[in-house]
């Protein structure tokens, strides 16, 4: 069973910074697209970014563009998603997802497997 546990969110201040981790147990992982997702209270969930099966490509929803950095460790089977400039509209609880294949996607369906996630909360 694949099992993703995200980890790092917490309560912060407009303009902090957090960094998420998310640990995977899928001995695959090294093959397969990394992305987080996030849903504010109310809200759909949306996507905020994907990092390729070997970091080398990235891609990102516009309003964390230059903000947000995705990376991964493949020795560790690890993605991190390091959040800057924080905005109260960044609260949201933040989800690893791990797709079927190593192609990017900003679509939920095209991930397989999702963490539990992680709350973030911004405060102005």
């Known amino acids: 069973q694949v099992q993703l546990v995200e980890s790092g969110g917490g309560l912060v201040q407009t303009g902090d910074s957090l960094r998420l981790s998310c640990a995977a147990s899928r001995r695959t992982f090294s093959s397969v697209t990394m992305a987080w997702f996030r849903q504010a209270p109310g809200k759909e969930r949306e996507f905020v970014a994907a990092v390729s099966w070997s970091g080398g490509r990235t891609y990102y929803t516009d309003s964390v563009k230059g903000r947000f950095t995705i990376s991964r460790d493949n020795a560790k089977n690890t993605a991190y998603l390091q959040m800057n400039s924080l905005k109260s509209e960044d609260t949201a609880v933040y989800y690893c997802?791990?797709?079927?294949?190593?192609?990017?996607?900003?679509?939920?369906?095209?991930?397989?497997?999702w963490g539990q996630g992680t709350q973030v909360t911004v405060s102005s």
């Open positions: 997802a791990e797709s079927y294949s190593g192609t990017i996607y900003d679509i939920e369906s095209a991930y397989a497997y």
